[in-house]
């Protein structure tokens, strides 16, 4: 393997950032690490990084660990969300102020600059200063610069955080491409779930300082184990209940209970796999109360019991409900309810 993170744990005072978290970066592999805000994702970068030490856990790269070598003997990149291009450079300058550091033959600079200014499409740019750029270009030179020494590890944390939401579309489906181009093995931190799914190999979910899932973006999408999990996904159909005889009771009504599983649970309705008509052998009755217009897809929200249940439809279907109408959908109950861990 050729990274590995074992156990790390850190606290600062009564908090603590990390508890015990584990996982491994294949070469070639780009990782995300996905959490909301205060998860320990920064610190953990930090740790891995050098600038932070863990109190225990270890660091190891390709069989050492690096315990002790400081930051410029690790070899790897960083990109943050404030990329802090030197505004009164040019571009050429600002990608090859850290070779010039590293002390690079001035040949081997000169096609190195020009290699990452094609790689990021900005062939053209060297003698362009920063303040004349869009923020999209400079996001592009921020990542040319990083990429400009070969790290052996890139971390790139937030970096689309600041762009436009059409940006920062554009931006990630180049940027999965430049990283696989280069087969650059990355760390990508965010807190968007999109983000993640769409550029990782394997998303590590964070929550309160330890992984909750490690998995493909397929994977975690197909099967959350956990209500947080789900939760973080948008999934937001969790309710508790219990099962006996092959029916789970709860509080939206007796529904058919996946095989293998008895006694209380927590379990999941999944969103996406509900359908109108209300004909099948497995439906639900309800009250929509809301209806939410999200251009491929309407989210509507409907009451069953004093209890809500949210699902998607193609906003291309004719007959969606209004609010206040009484509806019936239909599920495919193996596909539907998934019974989550604790
Ligand atoms: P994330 O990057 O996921 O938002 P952080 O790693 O920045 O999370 O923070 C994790 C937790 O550790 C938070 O509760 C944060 O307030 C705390 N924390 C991070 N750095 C420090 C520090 N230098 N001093 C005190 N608390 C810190």
Redesign the pocket.
Known sequence: MLLSINGIRKS??E?Q?LRGIAFDVAKGEIVALL??????????LGIIAGLEEPDSGSVIWEGGNLAGTPPYKRGFGLMFQDYALFPHKNVRENITFGLRMARWEQDEINQRVAEVLDLVGLPQFGSRDIATLSGGEQQRVALARSLAPRPHLLMLDEPLGSLDRALRERLLSELREILQKTQQTAIY?T?DQEEAFSLSDKVVV?NQ?RAAQIDSPNAIYRKPVNAFVAGFLGMNNIFEGHIAGGIIKSPIGNLPAPKGSTGDVTFLIRPDTIRLDGLGPQHLEGVVITRTFRGEQCRLEMEIQANRLSFSLPSSETQIPQIGELTQIDYDPTNTIQILSK
Do not use: Q, R
Not at 37 to 44: A, I
């Open positions: 600062f005072g908090t950032a959490g909301p805000s205060g998860c320990g994702k920064s610190t953990l931190v807190h964070m300082g």
